[in-house]
């Protein structure tokens, strides 16, 4: 089995869609591959896969091998060259990044338009096949981004992976626990509410919630404005007595970073999580053009290697 090469699942969940799920999971690898782990993503968004699109790997193929697929490699394990040479910030540094790899419905599809009208039976199997028939190899993290609600996937999902972690091959505490997405707004918390319910029910350790675009980074000045409210996250957080994670802001830089594949900068004085951000970056560093590397120019980038920290050490002491 392919999961018994994977020493701890991570479920990123959350009883609403548009909550921006995909982009919380790209985060979340990028960040645990820059700290040095290796890293899978499992993409079982069947009708609406956008993990390809995140990593900039949409034209990439699954290829086959004997008992099943390998997955689509992001980048290799190798060293960063100082992302800044004057800059006395860690974050700046030299260092060792574990490899990346990714697994998702849109490599196996013909064209990335083309719609998958299925019904439940088939979206069962394919999650199952997804869970047994991809050959990952050692991770220290595999990360499975999942559909919105708690339908015939979650449910499949669950079921395979109980099956699985009981396994006496699998690693102790396999599936570690599931991070739970939503939006400051009471309409998304409300929703959300659900999806800690099905947890609950489930028997799901929830290792956090995040709270996704609760403000606005601007690209012109500074500022970072809460264009759709804050705290509903973390209000919903204490109610259901679990960890808050953090609250998490749109920013465009980012945006811009997966959509064009251009390094974010920022207005002098964007200062974040107490790092300056309008630090000039060395061009001949920049070149090296991997995402991860881009990455940790994104305002973000600080908010989640936090998140991230708290995250391996819940994990490993619960281990």
Same mark, same amino acid.
């Given at each position: ?155 499949? =999902? #669950? ?6 972690? /009981? ?9 570690? *626990?599931? %991070? ?109 053009? =991997? #995402? ?6 994104? /305002? ?9 920290? *708290?995250? %391996? ?7």
């Amino acid at each position: 089995m392919g999961l018994d090469n994977v020493n701890n699942i991570l479920l990123v969940l959350s009883g609403k869609g548009g909550v921006g799920k995909s982009s919380i999971t790209t985060q979340l690898a990028l960040t645990l591959s820059l700290q040095g782990h290796s890293v899978g993503v499992l993409d079982i968004d069947l009708t609406g896969p956008s993990i390809p699109r995140f990593f900039g790997i949409e034209s990439s193929k699954v290829r086959q091998a004997p008992g099943g697929w390998i997955p689509v490699p992001v980048h290799d394990g190798q060293t960063l060259q100082n992302h800044h040479p004057t800059s006395t910030d860690p974050a700046e540094s030299a260092r060792q990044i574990g490899p990346l790899s990714c697994m998702s419905l849109g490599f196996i599809l013909a064209s990335r338009n083309d719609a998958v009208i299925w019904r439940g039976p088939k979206k069962t199997a394919m999650v199952r096949q997804f869970l047994s028939d991809v050959l990952w190899p050692s991770l220290d993290y595999l990360l499975i981004d999942t559909p919105p609600g708690t339908s015939d996937e979650h449910i499949s =999902l #669950l079921e395979t992976l109980l099956k699985n972690t /009981s396994s006496p091959t699998a690693p102790p505490n396999q599936l570690a *626990g599931a %991070v739970v997405v939503t939006t400051p707004q009471a309409i998304s918390v409300s929703d959300v509410k659900k999806e800690l319910n099905f947890c609950k029910k489930t028997g799901i350790r929830v290792l956090g919630v995040v709270e996704n675009m609760a403000g606005f980074v601007c690209p012109n000045c500074s500022e970072c404005t809460n264009v759709f409210s804050k705290g509903g996250g973390e209000v919903m957080a204490r109610e259901f007595e679990v960890p808050f994670l953090g609250s998490v802001p749109i920013d465009p830089a980012f945006v811009m970073l997966i959509e064009e594949g251009t390094r974010p900068t920022y207005p002098a004085g964007t200062v974040i999580a107490g790092r300056d951000m309008s630090v000039e970056t060395n061009q001949d560093v920049g070149k090296q053009d =991997l #995402l991860v590397d881009k990455y940790r120019s994104c /305002s973000l980038a600080p908010m989640f290697d936090a998140i991230v920290s *708290g995250l %391996v050490n819940d994990v490993r002491s619960r281990k």
